[in-house]
Protein backbone atom coordinates (compact mmCIF):
# COMPACT_ATOMS: atom_id res chain seq x y z
CA UNK A 1 0.00 0.00 0.00
CA UNK A 2 1.08 3.58 -0.76
CA UNK A 3 4.33 1.91 -1.69
CA UNK A 4 3.88 3.34 -5.42
CA UNK A 5 3.98 7.01 -4.71
CA UNK A 6 7.75 6.07 -2.85
CA UNK A 7 9.01 4.66 -5.94
CA UNK A 8 7.83 7.34 -7.94
CA UNK A 9 8.86 10.12 -6.04
CA UNK A 10 12.74 7.98 -5.53
CA UNK A 11 13.09 8.31 -9.14
CA UNK A 12 13.13 12.17 -8.91
CA UNK A 13 16.43 11.73 -7.71
CA UNK A 14 16.38 14.77 -5.23
CA UNK A 15 19.52 15.55 -3.35
CA UNK A 16 19.82 14.39 0.38
CA UNK A 17 17.87 16.60 2.73
CA UNK A 18 21.28 17.75 4.72
CA UNK A 19 23.94 19.57 2.24
CA UNK A 20 27.45 19.25 4.25
CA UNK A 21 30.10 21.75 2.51
CA UNK A 22 31.84 20.88 -0.57
CA UNK A 23 34.98 20.13 1.74
CA UNK A 24 33.07 17.83 4.04
CA UNK A 25 31.72 15.81 1.33
CA UNK A 26 35.04 15.21 -0.04
CA UNK A 27 36.83 14.00 2.97
CA UNK A 28 33.64 12.17 3.96
CA UNK A 29 33.07 8.47 3.19
CA UNK A 30 29.50 8.61 3.26
CA UNK A 31 28.47 7.44 -0.31
CA UNK A 32 26.60 11.15 -1.78
CA UNK A 33 24.97 9.14 -4.98
CA UNK A 34 22.77 6.34 -3.93
CA UNK A 35 23.03 3.04 -4.43
CA UNK A 36 20.66 1.48 -7.60
CA UNK A 37 19.33 -1.56 -6.69
CA UNK A 38 18.02 -2.97 -10.07
CA UNK A 39 21.21 -3.63 -11.32
CA UNK A 40 23.53 -7.20 -10.79
CA UNK A 41 25.52 -7.91 -7.97
CA UNK A 42 26.95 -10.83 -6.95
CA UNK A 43 23.90 -13.11 -5.40
CA UNK A 44 22.30 -13.17 -8.70
CA UNK A 45 21.94 -16.63 -10.26
CA UNK A 46 22.76 -17.17 -14.11
CA UNK A 47 18.54 -17.41 -14.79
CA UNK A 48 18.08 -14.00 -13.45
CA UNK A 49 21.44 -12.60 -15.42
CA UNK A 50 20.37 -13.91 -18.57
CA UNK A 51 17.15 -12.71 -18.46
CA UNK A 52 18.39 -9.32 -17.16
CA UNK A 53 20.55 -9.28 -20.47
CA UNK A 54 17.94 -9.97 -22.38
CA UNK A 55 15.19 -7.11 -21.18
CA UNK A 56 18.36 -4.62 -21.66
CA UNK A 57 18.50 -5.42 -25.28
CA UNK A 58 14.66 -4.54 -25.61
CA UNK A 59 15.84 -1.52 -24.14
CA UNK A 60 18.04 -0.26 -26.72
CA UNK A 61 15.01 0.48 -29.50
CA UNK A 62 13.70 2.34 -26.22
CA UNK A 63 10.19 0.49 -26.02
CA UNK A 64 11.38 -0.91 -23.00
CA UNK A 65 13.26 1.11 -20.19
CA UNK A 66 14.79 -0.08 -16.69
CA UNK A 67 13.72 1.20 -13.84
CA UNK A 68 16.43 2.54 -11.06
CA UNK A 69 15.44 1.59 -7.86
CA UNK A 70 16.52 3.16 -4.08
CA UNK A 71 16.75 2.25 -0.52
CA UNK A 72 15.62 5.59 1.20
CA UNK A 73 16.63 9.33 0.17
CA UNK A 74 16.16 11.59 3.33
CA UNK A 75 14.85 14.67 0.77
CA UNK A 76 12.55 12.66 -0.82
CA UNK A 77 11.15 11.65 2.88
CA UNK A 78 10.60 15.22 3.96
CA UNK A 79 8.81 15.81 0.83
CA UNK A 80 6.01 13.58 0.65
CA UNK A 81 5.60 14.20 4.30
CA UNK A 82 4.74 17.70 3.93
CA UNK A 83 2.33 16.88 0.76
CA UNK A 84 0.86 14.25 2.32
CA UNK A 85 0.91 13.49 5.97
CA UNK A 86 -0.99 14.78 8.75
CA UNK A 87 2.14 16.89 10.78
CA UNK A 88 0.88 14.70 13.86
CA UNK A 89 2.54 11.70 11.79
CA UNK A 90 5.64 13.13 10.42
CA UNK A 91 8.17 12.03 13.55
CA UNK A 92 11.06 13.16 10.77
CA UNK A 93 14.53 12.43 13.43
CA UNK A 94 12.99 8.33 14.16
CA UNK A 95 11.69 8.60 10.61
CA UNK A 96 15.31 9.03 8.56
CA UNK A 97 16.04 6.05 9.11
CA UNK A 98 12.99 4.00 7.78
CA UNK A 99 14.45 1.73 4.92
CA UNK A 100 11.78 0.45 2.04
CA UNK A 101 10.93 -3.06 3.13
CA UNK A 102 11.97 -4.63 -0.02
CA UNK A 103 15.34 -3.14 0.18
CA UNK A 104 16.30 -3.45 3.37
CA UNK A 105 17.71 -7.12 3.45
CA UNK A 106 21.50 -7.61 2.92
CA UNK A 107 22.44 -8.71 -0.45
CA UNK A 108 20.94 -11.69 -1.89
CA UNK A 109 18.57 -12.76 1.23
CA UNK A 110 15.92 -10.94 0.56
CA UNK A 111 13.88 -9.25 -2.69
CA UNK A 112 16.40 -9.22 -5.17
CA UNK A 113 15.04 -7.84 -8.64
CA UNK A 114 14.68 -5.46 -11.15
CA UNK A 115 11.57 -3.76 -12.99
CA UNK A 116 11.59 -2.88 -16.64
CA UNK A 117 8.66 -0.72 -18.34
CA UNK A 118 6.88 -0.61 -21.78
CA UNK A 119 5.28 2.47 -22.00
CA UNK A 120 3.12 2.26 -25.33
CA UNK A 121 1.65 -1.14 -24.05
CA UNK A 122 1.44 0.56 -20.07
CA UNK A 123 2.89 -3.30 -18.55
CA UNK A 124 5.59 -3.44 -16.70
CA UNK A 125 8.11 -6.52 -15.82
CA UNK A 126 9.59 -7.54 -12.75
CA UNK A 127 12.44 -10.26 -12.38
CA UNK A 128 12.72 -11.60 -9.05
CA UNK A 129 15.16 -13.77 -7.06
CA UNK A 130 14.25 -14.53 -4.33
CA UNK A 131 16.16 -15.00 -1.32
CA UNK A 132 16.96 -16.98 1.99
CA UNK A 133 15.29 -14.86 4.26
CA UNK A 134 11.82 -14.55 2.41
CA UNK A 135 10.89 -18.62 3.32
CA UNK A 136 7.47 -19.43 4.63
CA UNK A 137 6.93 -23.14 4.36
CA UNK A 138 10.12 -25.00 4.73
CA UNK A 139 12.12 -24.48 0.99
CA UNK A 140 9.59 -21.96 -0.68
CA UNK A 141 8.87 -18.90 -0.42
CA UNK A 142 6.24 -16.78 1.37
CA UNK A 143 2.72 -16.09 0.67
CA UNK A 144 3.68 -12.28 1.98
CA UNK A 145 6.55 -12.07 0.20
CA UNK A 146 5.27 -13.09 -3.03
CA UNK A 147 1.94 -10.34 -2.16
CA UNK A 148 4.82 -7.74 -1.36
CA UNK A 149 6.85 -8.39 -4.84
CA UNK A 150 3.19 -8.45 -6.34
CA UNK A 151 2.44 -4.71 -4.68
CA UNK A 152 5.29 -3.49 -5.85
CA UNK A 153 5.11 -4.04 -9.81
CA UNK A 154 1.46 -3.20 -9.81
CA UNK A 155 2.27 -0.51 -7.66
CA UNK A 156 4.70 1.04 -9.97
CA UNK A 157 3.25 -0.06 -13.27
CA UNK A 158 0.14 1.95 -11.88
CA UNK A 159 2.25 5.17 -10.62
CA UNK A 160 3.00 5.95 -14.52
CA UNK A 161 -0.31 6.92 -14.73
CA UNK A 162 0.04 9.37 -11.66
CA UNK A 163 0.96 9.15 -7.93
CA UNK A 164 -1.85 6.61 -6.76
CA UNK A 165 -2.05 4.15 -3.48
CA UNK A 166 -3.31 0.43 -3.51
CA UNK A 167 -6.88 -0.20 -2.86
CA UNK A 168 -7.18 -4.09 -2.95
CA UNK A 169 -5.36 -7.03 -4.01
CA UNK A 170 -7.00 -9.93 -4.86
CA UNK A 171 -4.02 -13.06 -5.13
CA UNK A 172 -4.40 -16.51 -6.16
CA UNK A 173 -1.49 -18.97 -5.10
CA UNK A 174 -1.60 -21.61 -7.62
CA UNK A 175 1.93 -23.14 -7.36
CA UNK A 176 4.29 -22.81 -4.75
CA UNK A 177 7.86 -20.95 -5.93
CA UNK A 178 11.00 -22.61 -4.94
CA UNK A 179 13.04 -20.85 -2.77
CA UNK A 180 15.95 -19.31 -4.23
CA UNK A 181 14.50 -19.84 -7.58
CA UNK A 182 13.67 -16.70 -10.25
CA UNK A 183 10.05 -15.68 -11.31
CA UNK A 184 8.93 -13.70 -13.98
CA UNK A 185 6.04 -10.98 -12.92
CA UNK A 186 4.10 -9.42 -15.69
CA UNK A 187 1.67 -6.87 -15.03
CA UNK A 188 -0.15 -4.23 -17.02
CA UNK A 189 -3.25 -1.74 -16.82
CA UNK A 190 -6.42 -3.24 -17.95
CA UNK A 191 -9.03 -0.26 -17.17
CA UNK A 192 -8.96 3.16 -15.84
CA UNK A 193 -12.07 4.69 -14.56
CA UNK A 194 -11.40 8.34 -12.73
CA UNK A 195 -9.07 7.84 -10.76
CA UNK A 196 -9.39 4.00 -10.46
CA UNK A 197 -6.73 2.02 -11.87
CA UNK A 198 -7.29 -1.71 -12.35
CA UNK A 199 -3.86 -3.77 -12.85
CA UNK A 200 -3.36 -7.33 -13.61
CA UNK A 201 -0.66 -9.44 -12.75
CA UNK A 202 0.66 -12.80 -13.41
CA UNK A 203 3.60 -15.10 -12.11
CA UNK A 204 5.45 -17.40 -13.80
CA UNK A 205 8.51 -19.93 -13.85
CA UNK A 206 11.28 -18.52 -16.63
CA UNK A 207 10.30 -20.76 -18.78
CA UNK A 208 6.75 -19.80 -18.58
CA UNK A 209 5.41 -23.32 -17.83
CA UNK A 210 4.40 -22.66 -14.47
CA UNK A 211 1.88 -20.18 -13.31
CA UNK A 212 2.92 -19.39 -9.81
CA UNK A 213 0.30 -16.94 -9.13
CA UNK A 214 -2.30 -14.70 -10.51
CA UNK A 215 -3.65 -11.31 -8.97
CA UNK A 216 -5.75 -8.44 -9.25
CA UNK A 217 -4.93 -4.72 -7.92
CA UNK A 218 -6.82 -1.96 -7.58
CA UNK A 219 -5.33 1.65 -7.14
CA UNK A 220 -6.25 5.34 -6.59
CA UNK A 221 -4.66 8.26 -7.36
CA UNK A 222 -3.75 10.36 -4.59
CA UNK A 223 -5.46 13.53 -4.14
CA UNK A 224 -2.60 16.44 -3.89
CA UNK A 225 -5.13 18.75 -1.97
CA UNK A 226 -5.58 15.70 0.73
CA UNK A 227 -3.79 14.22 3.09
CA UNK A 228 -3.12 10.78 4.24
CA UNK A 229 -4.36 10.56 7.73
CA UNK B 1 1.39 -19.17 1.06
CA UNK B 2 2.15 -22.04 2.71
CA UNK B 3 3.27 -20.46 5.60
CA UNK B 4 0.85 -22.36 7.95
CA UNK B 5 2.32 -25.36 7.60
CA UNK B 6 5.68 -24.09 9.06
CA UNK B 7 4.16 -22.77 11.70
CA UNK B 8 2.47 -25.27 12.92
CA UNK B 9 5.37 -27.68 12.51
CA UNK B 10 7.83 -25.50 14.30
CA UNK B 11 5.18 -26.04 17.34
CA UNK B 12 6.49 -29.40 17.49
CA UNK B 13 9.45 -28.32 18.88
CA UNK B 14 11.08 -31.24 17.43
CA UNK B 15 15.13 -31.44 18.47
CA UNK B 16 17.84 -29.97 16.33
CA UNK B 17 18.98 -32.33 12.91
CA UNK B 18 22.33 -32.73 14.39
CA UNK B 19 22.87 -33.95 17.49
CA UNK B 20 25.99 -33.47 18.99
CA UNK B 21 27.40 -35.18 22.51
CA UNK B 22 26.49 -34.05 25.62
CA UNK B 23 30.28 -32.98 25.87
CA UNK B 24 29.75 -31.12 23.06
CA UNK B 25 26.85 -29.01 23.72
CA UNK B 26 27.75 -28.46 27.14
CA UNK B 27 30.94 -26.45 26.11
CA UNK B 28 29.33 -25.34 22.79
CA UNK B 29 28.10 -21.56 23.47
CA UNK B 30 25.20 -22.71 20.62
CA UNK B 31 21.87 -22.52 22.07
CA UNK B 32 20.24 -25.87 21.80
CA UNK B 33 16.77 -24.30 22.82
CA UNK B 34 15.03 -21.85 20.38
CA UNK B 35 14.46 -18.39 21.02
CA UNK B 36 10.82 -17.70 21.46
CA UNK B 37 9.95 -14.88 19.82
CA UNK B 38 6.32 -14.47 20.91
CA UNK B 39 7.98 -12.59 24.13
CA UNK B 40 8.34 -9.14 24.81
CA UNK B 41 11.76 -7.80 24.41
CA UNK B 42 12.93 -4.27 24.51
CA UNK B 43 11.89 -3.00 21.13
CA UNK B 44 8.35 -3.13 22.38
CA UNK B 45 6.17 0.31 22.91
CA UNK B 46 3.92 0.72 26.20
CA UNK B 47 1.20 0.03 23.17
CA UNK B 48 2.28 -3.63 22.55
CA UNK B 49 3.41 -4.53 26.33
CA UNK B 50 -0.43 -3.30 27.68
CA UNK B 51 -2.00 -5.33 24.83
CA UNK B 52 0.15 -8.49 25.24
CA UNK B 53 -0.61 -7.86 29.24
CA UNK B 54 -4.16 -7.93 28.95
CA UNK B 55 -4.18 -11.13 26.43
CA UNK B 56 -2.07 -12.94 29.09
CA UNK B 57 -4.28 -12.60 31.66
CA UNK B 58 -7.10 -13.82 29.55
CA UNK B 59 -4.92 -16.88 29.39
CA UNK B 60 -5.34 -17.66 32.39
CA UNK B 61 -8.58 -19.48 32.33
CA UNK B 62 -7.51 -21.47 29.91
CA UNK B 63 -10.29 -19.40 26.68
CA UNK B 64 -7.34 -17.84 25.32
CA UNK B 65 -4.09 -19.42 24.76
CA UNK B 66 -0.48 -17.93 23.70
CA UNK B 67 1.03 -19.41 20.72
CA UNK B 68 4.98 -19.47 20.50
CA UNK B 69 6.67 -18.32 17.56
CA UNK B 70 10.44 -19.56 16.21
CA UNK B 71 12.90 -18.23 13.78
CA UNK B 72 13.58 -22.02 12.13
CA UNK B 73 14.25 -25.52 12.91
CA UNK B 74 16.49 -27.73 10.85
CA UNK B 75 14.78 -30.86 11.67
CA UNK B 76 11.16 -30.01 10.85
CA UNK B 77 12.62 -27.90 7.73
CA UNK B 78 14.00 -32.06 6.99
CA UNK B 79 10.54 -33.68 8.15
CA UNK B 80 8.49 -31.27 5.89
CA UNK B 81 10.33 -31.59 2.87
CA UNK B 82 10.30 -35.76 3.02
CA UNK B 83 6.28 -35.51 3.09
CA UNK B 84 5.48 -32.81 1.03
CA UNK B 85 8.80 -31.90 -1.10
CA UNK B 86 9.59 -33.65 -4.35
CA UNK B 87 13.20 -34.69 -3.75
CA UNK B 88 14.52 -32.67 -6.75
CA UNK B 89 13.83 -28.98 -4.94
CA UNK B 90 14.96 -30.52 -1.75
CA UNK B 91 18.45 -28.91 -1.80
CA UNK B 92 18.82 -29.72 2.18
CA UNK B 93 22.49 -28.38 2.20
CA UNK B 94 21.22 -24.49 1.32
CA UNK B 95 17.97 -24.58 2.95
CA UNK B 96 19.17 -25.44 5.97
CA UNK B 97 20.14 -21.50 6.07
CA UNK B 98 16.92 -20.27 5.18
CA UNK B 99 14.74 -18.12 7.72
CA UNK B 100 11.63 -17.49 8.48
CA UNK B 101 10.42 -14.88 6.53
CA UNK B 102 8.45 -12.74 9.45
CA UNK B 103 11.27 -13.41 11.79
CA UNK B 104 14.77 -12.68 9.93
CA UNK B 105 14.59 -9.12 10.45
CA UNK B 106 16.73 -7.89 13.48
CA UNK B 107 15.03 -6.83 16.95
CA UNK B 108 12.29 -4.32 16.45
CA UNK B 109 13.19 -3.48 12.67
CA UNK B 110 10.57 -5.84 11.18
CA UNK B 111 7.43 -7.68 12.23
CA UNK B 112 7.09 -7.41 16.31
CA UNK B 113 4.43 -9.75 17.08
CA UNK B 114 2.77 -12.33 18.86
CA UNK B 115 -0.53 -14.51 18.43
CA UNK B 116 -3.31 -15.46 21.02
CA UNK B 117 -5.85 -18.27 19.99
CA UNK B 118 -8.80 -19.17 20.77
CA UNK B 119 -10.26 -22.48 20.45
CA UNK B 120 -13.81 -22.34 21.34
CA UNK B 121 -14.36 -19.61 18.84
CA UNK B 122 -11.59 -20.56 16.23
CA UNK B 123 -10.31 -16.88 16.82
CA UNK B 124 -7.37 -15.65 16.25
CA UNK B 125 -5.64 -12.31 17.94
CA UNK B 126 -2.36 -11.26 16.15
CA UNK B 127 -0.49 -7.55 18.35
CA UNK B 128 1.61 -6.77 15.82
CA UNK B 129 4.33 -3.40 16.05
CA UNK B 130 5.83 -2.64 12.64
CA UNK B 131 9.78 -1.86 12.83
CA UNK B 132 11.81 0.99 10.35
CA UNK B 133 12.40 -1.67 7.78
CA UNK B 134 9.00 -2.20 6.77
CA UNK B 135 8.09 1.03 5.07
CA UNK B 136 6.28 1.67 2.14
CA UNK B 137 5.32 5.18 0.89
CA UNK B 138 7.28 7.70 3.80
CA UNK B 139 6.26 6.92 7.00
CA UNK B 140 4.23 4.64 6.55
CA UNK B 141 3.75 0.47 6.44
CA UNK B 142 4.63 -1.59 3.20
CA UNK B 143 1.65 -2.91 1.94
CA UNK B 144 3.00 -5.75 1.46
CA UNK B 145 4.38 -6.24 4.95
CA UNK B 146 0.34 -5.58 5.84
CA UNK B 147 -0.54 -8.18 3.29
CA UNK B 148 2.46 -10.63 4.90
CA UNK B 149 0.82 -9.77 8.78
CA UNK B 150 -2.20 -11.12 7.32
CA UNK B 151 -1.24 -14.47 5.74
CA UNK B 152 0.56 -15.17 8.96
CA UNK B 153 -2.35 -14.48 11.33
CA UNK B 154 -5.23 -16.22 9.03
CA UNK B 155 -3.25 -18.79 8.13
CA UNK B 156 -2.50 -19.70 11.78
CA UNK B 157 -5.83 -19.51 12.35
CA UNK B 158 -6.33 -22.21 9.69
CA UNK B 159 -3.78 -25.14 10.35
CA UNK B 160 -5.50 -25.42 14.09
CA UNK B 161 -7.78 -27.71 11.82
CA UNK B 162 -5.60 -29.09 9.80
CA UNK B 163 -2.09 -28.24 7.43
CA UNK B 164 -2.87 -26.18 5.31
CA UNK B 165 -1.71 -23.65 2.53
CA UNK B 166 -3.17 -20.51 1.27
CA UNK B 167 -5.07 -20.41 -2.05
CA UNK B 168 -6.23 -17.01 -1.47
CA UNK B 169 -6.06 -13.63 -0.21
CA UNK B 170 -8.29 -10.80 -0.74
CA UNK B 171 -6.77 -7.47 0.81
CA UNK B 172 -8.91 -3.74 1.23
CA UNK B 173 -6.38 -1.46 2.19
CA UNK B 174 -8.68 1.18 3.97
CA UNK B 175 -6.26 3.35 5.63
CA UNK B 176 -2.29 3.26 5.70
CA UNK B 177 -0.66 2.13 9.27
CA UNK B 178 1.65 4.67 10.75
CA UNK B 179 5.11 2.97 10.35
CA UNK B 180 6.34 1.84 13.99
CA UNK B 181 2.40 1.79 15.66
CA UNK B 182 0.73 -0.71 17.13
CA UNK B 183 -2.64 -2.42 15.61
CA UNK B 184 -4.74 -5.53 16.42
CA UNK B 185 -5.58 -7.76 13.75
CA UNK B 186 -8.56 -10.04 14.48
CA UNK B 187 -9.28 -13.43 12.48
CA UNK B 188 -12.13 -15.79 12.39
CA UNK B 189 -12.70 -19.09 10.45
CA UNK B 190 -16.16 -18.06 9.08
CA UNK B 191 -16.87 -21.15 7.16
CA UNK B 192 -15.09 -24.80 6.03
CA UNK B 193 -16.34 -26.66 3.08
CA UNK B 194 -14.44 -30.42 2.51
CA UNK B 195 -11.20 -29.57 2.59
CA UNK B 196 -11.91 -25.73 1.99
CA UNK B 197 -11.30 -23.02 5.21
CA UNK B 198 -12.60 -19.65 5.08
CA UNK B 199 -11.18 -16.66 6.90
CA UNK B 200 -12.04 -13.41 7.70
CA UNK B 201 -9.60 -10.87 8.71
CA UNK B 202 -9.33 -6.84 10.20
CA UNK B 203 -6.42 -4.82 11.02
CA UNK B 204 -7.50 -2.23 13.46
CA UNK B 205 -5.67 0.69 15.73
CA UNK B 206 -5.30 -0.22 19.82
CA UNK B 207 -8.02 2.30 20.47
CA UNK B 208 -10.37 0.31 17.72
CA UNK B 209 -11.62 3.20 15.91
CA UNK B 210 -9.68 3.52 13.48
CA UNK B 211 -10.40 -0.21 10.69
CA UNK B 212 -7.22 0.15 8.46
CA UNK B 213 -7.45 -3.04 6.13
CA UNK B 214 -9.77 -6.14 5.65
CA UNK B 215 -9.21 -9.19 4.63
CA UNK B 216 -10.62 -12.30 3.07
CA UNK B 217 -8.26 -15.63 2.96
CA UNK B 218 -9.14 -18.83 1.43
CA UNK B 219 -6.64 -22.20 2.83
CA UNK B 220 -6.69 -25.30 1.30
CA UNK B 221 -5.54 -28.68 3.84
CA UNK B 222 -3.02 -30.51 2.49
CA UNK B 223 -3.82 -33.88 1.31
CA UNK B 224 -0.70 -36.01 2.87
CA UNK B 225 -0.56 -38.46 0.19
CA UNK B 226 0.57 -35.60 -2.30
CA UNK B 227 3.63 -33.57 -3.02
CA UNK B 228 3.82 -30.20 -3.93
CA UNK B 229 5.32 -29.78 -6.91
Known amino acids: MLRSCAARLR ?31 PSWSKDLRLLFDQF ?13 SYRQNP ?12 PRFAKEEQMSKAQ ?24 MVCLFQSGLHLQGVPGYVHGG ?19 AMTANLNIDYKKPIPLCSVVVINCQITKTEGRKLFVSCAVQSVDEKTLHTEATALFIKLDPDKRLT
Open 11 to 41: TLGAPPARRPGLVWRLFSSEKVIHKDYGLPN
Open 56 to 68: MKKCEDGSWKRLP
Open 75 to 86: QIFKDFQTRFVD
Open 100 to 123: QFTRSFEEGLGFEYVMFYNKAEKR
Open 145 to 163: AIATIIDVTTGTCAIAEGI
